[in-house]
């Protein structure tokens, strides 16, 4: 299995980014995960971000990211996305896709099961 991010970038506080993260596998079943991003900032924890279940129905987000973020997945395309808009300084992370096989959105980390390579987005003052 293989989750390749990508939309990363610099771009200035208030500016909007979106990630996108295509996962590929012969015996994947992308419409059966629930997906998520994470993000990890220098010298901090990773820590969880926003995440999808596999019909799409269900979405979470965490506190620092609400009202901005919006995480939406196509099934068809097995792809799912990051629409980041009013980004804020301390939005500068690595930020990762994970795909989860369970039987309810996840927030904590060690509960995915594939992780994808990470892409940097650093949002300057």
């Known amino acids: 299995v293989q989750l390749q991010a990508s939309g990363g970038g610099l ?15 012969r015996t994947f079943s992308f419409s059966s995960y ?11 924890e990773r820590e969880f971000v926003a995440a999808i279940s596999w019909s799409g129905g269900t979405t979470y987000y965490a506190d620092s990211v609400k009202g901005r973020f919006t ?3 196509d099934n ?17 992370a690595v930020y990762y896709c994970a795909a989860d096989y369970g039987l309810a959105i996840d927030t904590e980390s060690y509960k ?6 990470g892409t940097q987005v650093t949002v300057s003052s």
């Open 112 to 117: 995915y099961d594939y992780w994808g390579q």
């Open 71 to 73: 995480i939406s997945r």
């Open 11 to 25: 771009v200035q506080a208030g500016g909007s980014l979106r990630l996108s993260c295509v996962a590929s596998g």
């Open 76 to 92: 068809a395309k097995n792809t799912v996305y990051l629409q980041m808009n009013s980004l804020k300084p301390e939005d500068t």
């Open 34 to 44: 629930d997906m998520g991003w994470f993000r990890q900032a220098p010298g901090k």
